[in-house]
């Protein structure tokens, strides 16, 4: 029998890690166009850091729960 919380969490968690990585998209024209002669600005690395451990702690969270849902069923098969 399914879990309809477990699969809210799942839905939620999917939601969380598309929204980073369409926030990480974002700045890919940014970081295409950087000169590769010049340095890079602290701000525009501060952006870069906190979009990029965004995208990781949401991806991480998605891959645990999954991993979690894995393991659970597992157990009682």
């Known amino acids: 029998m399914s879990d309809p919380n477990e699969i809210r969490a799942l839905k ?7 929204d ?4 990480l998209a974002s700045l890919q024209a940014k970081v295409e166009a950087l000169d ?5 600005g602290a701000e525009a690395l501060e952006e ?12 991480q969270a998605l891959r645990g729960l999954v991993t979690t849902m894995q393991n659970r069923r597992a157990a009682t098969a």
């Open 20 to 23: 980073t990585a369409a926030t």
């Open 12 to 18: 939620a968690s999917f939601r969380g890690a598309l």
């Open 36 to 40: 590769e002669h010049a340095d890079i």
């Open 48 to 59: 870069l850091a906190r979009v990029t451990a965004a995208h990781a702690i949401g991806s």
